[in-house]
Nanobody
Framework: VQLQASGGGSVKPGNSLRLSCEAS????????VGWFRQAPGSEREFVSAISGSGKTIEYADDVKGRFTIARDSAKNTVFLDMNSLKPEDTSIYYC??????????????????WGQGTLVTVSS
């Protein structure tokens, strides 16, 4: 399985971006997908995740109400809609696959495959 993350860019505070994470190769029939971010000098932190069925979703507290995760299973793609962006959202965003199909895991160590990251910069 390979992951391709895209959609990053440079925006002003209050604006929006949509990140995409497309899986290719031979993904399993069901797999969880998580979004994480890592700013320079900081550890990688959990942002959001969606279970294999799409029925279970979780967000980090500081993005709740602003970010929305969704998946298009037919296209093996997971989206992260980021609204009301803040300067503190500036980071490299990574998507990752968790081969466990059930539930949500927020620990980066639980994820099996990682994409290359896409840079999000929020600045006036």
């Amino acid at each position: 399985v390979q992951l391709q993350a895209s959609g990053g860019g440079s925006v002003k505070p209050g604006n929006s971006l949509r990140l995409s994470c497309e899986a290719s190769g031979r993904p399993p029939s069901r797999y969880g997908v998580g979004w994480f971010r890592q700013a320079p000098g900081s550890e990688r932190e959990f942002v959001s995740a969606i279970s294999g069925s799409g029925k279970t979703i979780e967000y980090a507290d500081d993005v709740k109400g602003r970010f929305t995760i969704a998946r298009d299973s037919a296209k093996n793609t997971v989206f992260l809609d980021m609204n009301s962006l803040k300067p503190e959202d500036t980071s490299i965003y990574y998507c990752a696959v968790d081969f466990q199909p059930l539930g949500i895991r927020t620990d980066p160590a639980a994820y099996n495959v990682w994409g290359q990251g896409t840079l999000v910069t929020v600045s006036s």
